[in-house]
């Protein structure tokens, strides 16, 4: 039987699908233009032609996992409490897609560090959408005083630097050797951090 030869955005989205599986499954060294055409069934030639090289479905992945993020976080609901609702952002938003997708939080958050130039330019605009749900809720917390006096991108900086480095802990546990284990849930260590994060801002106002 030949392989598939249709080049359009639902091969694209194939192809992403294996190379996230790939990832996960085997890490980045795995992660080649045969491999993922294989994986789906088609031919290396489609690969290039609707994603690219190999730096291009690392670029596509990078896209794809801030835009799943972005929609996930916008999907939460907001209440009247905005330090509640930025922790609900952090652990129902952050946490539960970096658990789900750690491949593509590896290579959004870890791997952009030292992707190339162009990977990181075609990164860009989704990461700037995903960062924008969480300054609607910083803002949020601002215009209530909840900041000390912080900017929003102070806050922002510190706010998503401890939940990135939560989520690290949290995949490197799920995906270890003793995975296989039932792991405690993270979810008060998340509530704990962030909360006293929060509160620090309102005891030690800037001037």
């Known amino acids: 039987?030949?392989?598939?030869?249709?080049?359009?955005?639902?091969?694209?989205?194939?192809?992403?699908?294996?190379?996230?599986?790939?990832?996960?499954?085997?890490?980045?060294?795995?992660?080649?233009?045969?491999?993922?055409?294989?994986?789906?069934?088609?031919?290396?030639?489609?690969?290039?032609?609707?994603?690219?090289?190999?730096?291009?479905?690392?670029?596509?992945?990078?896209?794809?996992?801030?835009?799943?993020?972005?929609?996930?976080?916008?999907?939460?609901?907001?209440?009247?409490?905005?330090?509640?609702?930025?922790?609900?952002?952090?652990?129902?938003?952050?946490?539960?897609?970096?658990?789900?997708?750690?491949?593509?939080?590896?290579?959004?958050?870890?791997?952009?560090?030292?992707?190339s130039p162009e990977v990181r330019k075609r990164f860009e605009p989704a990461r700037r959408e995903a960062l924008e749900t969480l300054l609607k809720r910083i803002r949020r917390l601002q215009d209530s005083g909840g900041t000390g006096g912080r900017t929003v991108q102070e806050a922002a900086w510190q706010f998503s630097s401890l939940c990135e480095g939560l989520a690290a802990l949290d995949v490197r546990r799920a995906t270890s050797e003793a995975s296989s284990d039932q792991q405690p849930d993270s979810t008060p260590i998340w509530t704990d951090a962030l909360g006293a994060l929060i509160a620090g801002w309102q005891t030690t106002r800037r001037t």
């Open 1 to 115: 039987m030949g392989r598939k030869r249709v080049h359009n955005a639902e091969t694209a989205e194939a192809l992403l699908d294996a190379a996230e599986q790939i990832l996960q499954a085997q890490g980045l060294e795995a992660l080649t233009v045969r491999r993922v055409a294989d994986e789906v069934g088609t031919t290396t030639r489609a690969v290039y032609a609707s994603l690219g090289s190999k730096d291009a479905l690392i670029a596509g992945l990078g896209v794809r996992g801030f835009a799943l993020l972005a929609a996930k976080i916008a999907a939460l609901p907001t209440t009247d409490d905005p330090a509640g609702d930025l922790i609900v952002a952090a652990v129902s938003g952050f946490r539960a897609w970096a658990l789900v997708h750690p491949a593509l939080f590896q290579v959004a958050f870890q791997q952009r560090a030292t992707a």
